[in-house]
């Protein structure tokens, strides 16, 4: 069974640093994950992603500040997260579109506050 647990999360100043972590299980091989994020009152939103190839994809509001990146001997995708702002707050929701479903973590709640 696939499962995707996130961690990393947490309390972090404006300005500052946080690395997320995807790790999937039930799955080998190259895959391709995206992080996703939602906001109190916001739709979900995607934040970047990773293909099996390794080409990466940003939404316009982090580039430049967040770096996805994937360890195939680990099975981990991680979301390196710098100069962050107030509204990068959000739960970060990591998602492995697979042929015959979709998966989703629990998520990982990122809160950007002074």
């Known amino acids: 069974q696939v499962q995707l647990v996130e961690s990393g999360g947490g309390l972090v100043q404006p300005g500052g640093s946080l690395r997320l972590s995807c790790v999937a299980s039930?799955?080998?091989?190259?895959?391709?994950v995206g992080w996703y994020r939602q906001a109190p009152g916001k739709q979900r939103e995607l934040v970047a992603d990773?293909?099996?190839?390794?080409?990466?994809n940003y939404a316009d509001s982090v580039k430049g500040r967040f770096t996805i990146s994937r360890d195939n001997a680990k099975n981990t995708v991680y979301l390196q997260m710098d100069s962050v702002k107030p509204e990068d707050t959000a739960v970060y929701y990591c998602?492995?579109?697979?042929?015959?479903?979709?998966?989703w973590g629990q998520g990982t709640q990122v809160t950007v506050s002074s």
């Open positions: 998602n492995l579109p697979l042929s015959t479903r979709s998966y």
């Open positions: 039930g799955i080998i091989g190259r895959i391709a």
């Open positions: 990773i293909t099996r190839g390794g080409t990466t």
